[in-house]
Every structure is written in C-alpha cells, then in structure tokens.
T-cell receptor, first 110, second 112 residues
C-alpha cells in the first residue's frame, strides 16, 4: 500500500532563517507530487506541483522553492522565512487525479 | 479564472440528522470533483469523487450530487455522527488537468 511521510510535524523558526521540509512517498512510482499551504481557518493553496524528477511548476510567486531530487521525494525550501510563511504545509501525491495527503507540517515563524 | 467556493462556512447539525454541504465551481470545463474531510491538525482525507459524466455517486453514508447546468456540487451525509465533525472541502481539477483547486471549506459541527 502507498504511504506518504512528512517531517517535521511541527517547526518553529525565526524570521530570516532557512527552511527545508521533506516529503516522501512509498508504494508507488512516478507520482505527481504537490505542496500546499493552509493558513489558519482557510482553504488549501497550491504552491508547487511536480510531474517528474527535476520538474517543478510554481503556482504562486513567493519566497519558497521546491525540488524533486528523486522520484518519490519532494522538498520545500526557503532561504529566508517571512512571518507570512507561517501555516500548515501539506504534501500530496496522485497518479490518476485523486490526491492523497500527508500528515502536514505546522510551521510557525516568529 | 478557476475558483471553487462553498455557500456556507459553517454548518451545525444534531446527531442523526442528514447534512448537506454545498459547493459552487466556476470552470465549466472541469470534469473531476472530489470531496475531502479534514480533521483538526491533520491532512485532508478523501471522501468521495465524481466525474462530469455522472450526476450522482453514492458511498457509505455519503452521496455526491453534481449539477453541471448550474455548476453546483453537494455532499450529503446520512445519519450524521459526532465523528463527522470536521472541515469539508470540495475540489475540482484545474484547467491543465494537473492539480486540484480547493474551495475554502465548510466546518461541520455535530452535537449529541
């Protein structure tokens, strides 16, 4: 069966510090991978998606970036965090349309 | 543009009642829709999906209705239970067919 992992589960970082969130998927090959951000009490905003290794599409301009160094690994990064980067970050994968979500990372930027 | 919205941000029901959560979408070319349930602090969980060649699809205690004429989607939950309390999101596939566009969510509260 397929599983998706995200870590860390929670993170508190100072403004201006770097960020690296990791997502890995098991049990499937060549999935589409996604990073979403969810602000408190809000819906999900698509940040990046990837259809293959090294292929990244950005949906919104921001100070975040994503990379896919391996087929089932998706990384969300920032060189300098902003207060507005606080939120709940969700990774998801899909192969036929339906998306399966990871447990999320709660990021607080102080 | 692409947008998916919900009619009501909150819905409160009594245990045992039937719940109906509504969603309107704007992209008439969308052909795939999903309902997700998100409990506090967790990632969204797939509930049920429907393709545009269908008007209705049933699952266990849940039914999704699709009205393409008015671009309206609804989720019906039968005999709502306290464990159904969560935020419910509808989502549609984007124009490129590569990602889902999510609505803002409806918070369902079930009281005993």
């Amino acid at each position: 069966s397929q599983t998706i992992h995200q870590w860390p589960a929670t993170l508190v970082q100072p403004v201006g510090s770097p960020l690296s969130l990791e997502c890995t998927v098991e049990g499937t090959s060549n999935p589409n991978l996604y990073w979403y951000r969810q602000a408190a009490g809000r819906g999900l905003q698509l940040l990046f998606y990837s259809v293959g290794i090294g292929q990244i599409s950005s949906e919104v301009p921001q100070n975040l970036s994503a990379s896919r160094p391996q087929d089932r690994q998706f990384i969300l990064s920032s060189k300098k965090l902003l207060l507005s980067d606080s939120g709940f970050y969700l990774c998801a994968w899909s192969t036929r349309g339906e998306q399966f979500f990871g447990p999320g990372t709660r990021l607080t930027v102080l | 543009g692409e947008s998916v919205g919900l009619h009501l941000p909150t819905l409160s029901v009594q245990e045992g009642d039937n719940s109906i959560i509504n969603c309107a979408y704007s992209n008439s070319a969308s052909d795939y829709f999903i309902w997700y349930k998100q409990e506090s602090g967790k990632g969204p969980q797939f509930i049920i999906d429907i393709r545009s060649n269908m008007d209705k699809r049933q699952g266990q205690r849940v039914t999704v209705l699709l009205n393409k004429t008015v671009k309206h989607l609804s989720l019906q939950i039968a005999a709502t239970q306290p464990g159904d309390s969560a935020v419910y999101f509808c989502a549609e596939i984007n124009q490129a067919g590569t990602a889902l566009i999510f609505g803002k969510g409806t918070t369902l509260s079930v009281s005993s």
